[in-house]
């Protein structure tokens, strides 16, 4: 079925976030179908409410699906407690209301001037090790936290910010709707080359989602965070 639906303009690798953690298995199966090579799904959850986001959460666990290249999928669970994250409350992840002020918010974030043990610079890391790892670029979720850490501390998120789009003739949309995928040149997969980018508008699309851009050349990228505990409308 994957060889007869795989479509060669199609990403091979991606991640996802889902808004019910009943759509996990769901995704990665259709990913898998549609020619995915790795890709994870995920939800998160916020503790004691039952209500989630379609990110990896820092307000309480995080169910995942993990597609492998050997064509087959795991599933497991994030716990803040056991990756040295505190479990935050959802209203410290809450966007502004005006777009100036949280674009403002947004660089002091990227620029590492937002404490470490705060709950949107750990929602950042979280979220950016998920892409690290599925892309292949660290080996475990606390390697890609500590390579987002490094990536936003020494400057290097906010300079790809600030270097702009990428060429129209090497990219294509990277990131919508709380996905991110790796687009590949015909079946290139050296994922360290120019040619494979990450692209997020900087925007309050989605109830005040943040986003950043940042290149597939081992750098860490950012996440749109949900302040209320709940999936947004797209």
């Known amino acids: 079925m994957a060889a007869s639906l795989a479509n060669p303009a199609m990403p091979r690798i991606g991640v996802r976030g889902v808004y019910a953690r ?9 990913m898998k ?3 995915y ?4 799904v995920f939800h998160g959850a916020v503790d004691g409410t039952g209500k989630g986001m379609d990110e990896a959460s820092v307000c309480g666990p995080t169910w995942c699906a993990e597609l492998t290249e050997t064509g087959e999928f795991h599933e497991y669970q994030l716990q803040p407690a056991k990756l040295g994250l505190a479990v935050h409350d959802p209203a410290d992840l809450a966007p502004e209301n005006d ?3 949280e674009s403002k918010r947004f660089v002091a974030l990227i620029q590492g001037r937002e404490n470490g043990t705060g709950a949107r610079r ?3 890391e979280l979220n950016a090790a998920l892409i690290l790892k599925v892309a292949g670029k660290v080996d475990t979720i606390p390697e890609g936290m500590a390579c987002a850490a490094r990536t936003i501390d020494d400057g290097k998120a906010f300079t ?6 990428p060429p129209k003739t090497d990219s294509r949309p990277m990131a919508w709707h709380g996905c991110a995928d790796y687009w590949t040149k015909g ?13 997020r508008p900087l925007s309050a699309h989605q109830s005040g989602r943040i986003y950043a851009r940042g290149t597939g050349q081992g750098q860490c990228f950012s996440h749109g965070a949900t302040g209320n505990g709940e999936s947004p409308s797209g």
């Open 22 to 30: 009943k759509m996990i298995v769901p995704v990665i199966r259709v």
């Open 33 to 35: 179908a549609i020619g």
């Open 37 to 40: 090579a790795r890709a994870i």
């Open 99 to 101: 777009l100036k002020r």
């Open 122 to 124: 750990q929602a950042l």
């Open 160 to 165: 790809t910010l600030e270097a702009g789009s």
């Open 187 to 199: 079946e290139d997969h050296d994922h360290g080359t120019a040619g494979h980018q990450i692209r």
